[in-house]
């Protein structure tokens, strides 16, 4: 069965330092897309960073990355300079590609916090 | 642009009550619809999805029902909360069903007493 597992309930960061949250998957459909959202404490869902299962490179938004590590089944995020603002919890998800619910899997987040 | 809506923001019933969420989006037609429940400190759950009007699937079975009554509204209900439907949820909407992202509404957060 599908599965996301992020191991890392809290994190804490320096600001202008760069943190790599941890993010598992498991499934046994070879097409996928990994999802990673932020929440602040205000409770919205906000949509970070996009990788395809068959996409070459790893996907990157501003200061988002998706370190992607097919063969582990790793998508980790990595947010470079981090800011005061991006204290907030990040949830990490999965569709599969043979899904046709569009629904997506989520991971039990991480805590993410910076500190001045 | 598109939009989503959520109303009420903030609720707190009573066991045994009638609950009604509601989720409107705006600025697209046909959109896939989706409602999620978050318990505290977990991740999202899928409820239901839509994919057109009166089109329904459950992920869970539970106490919760939603209904799509307009190509652009959803609703969540149930005719008698418990306790352990306490939770934050959160409408979504996609325009194709493998679209990259889904987007949130601001959510619901509901308390039962």
């Known amino acids: 069965a599908q599965k996301i597992t992020q191991t890392q309930p809290g994190m804490f960061v320096q600001e202008k330092e760069a943190v790599t949250l941890d993010c598992t998957y498991d499934?046994?459909?070879?097409?996928?897309?990994l999802f990673w959202y932020k929440q602040p404490s205000s409770g919205e869902m906000i949509f970070l960073i996009y990788q395809g299962s068959y996409d070459q490179q790893n996907a990157t938004e501003g200061r988002y990355s998706l370190n992607f590590q097919k063969a582990r089944k790793s998508a980790n995020l990595v947010i470079s300079a981090s800011q005061l603002g991006d204290s907030a919890m990040y949830f990490c998800?999965?569709?599969?590609?043979?899904?046709?619910?569009?629904?997506?899997?989520f991971g039990q987040g991480t805590t993410l916090q910076v500190k001045p | 642009s598109q939009t989503i809506h959520q109303w009420p923001a903030t609720l707190v019933q009573p066991v045994g009550s009638p609950l009604s969420l509601e989720c409107t989006v705006e600025g697209t037609s046909n959109p896939n619809l989706y409602w999620y429940r978050q318990a505290a400190g977990r991740g999202l759950q899928l409820l239901f999805y839509?994919?057109?009007?009166?089109?329904i699937s459950s992920e869970v079975p539970q106490n919760l029902s939603a209904s799509r009554p307009q190509d652009r509204q959803f609703i969540l209900s149930s005719k008698k909360l418990l306790l352990s439907d306490s939770g934050f949820y959160l409408c979504a909407w996609s325009v194709e069903l493998l679209v990259k992202e889904q987007y949130f509404g601001p959510g619901t957060r509901l308390t039962v007493t």
């Open positions: 998800a999965m569709r599969e590609g043979s899904s046709n619910t569009g629904k997506l899997i």
């Open positions: 839509s994919v057109g009007i009166g089109q």
């Open positions: 499934t046994s459909d070879p097409s996928y897309g």
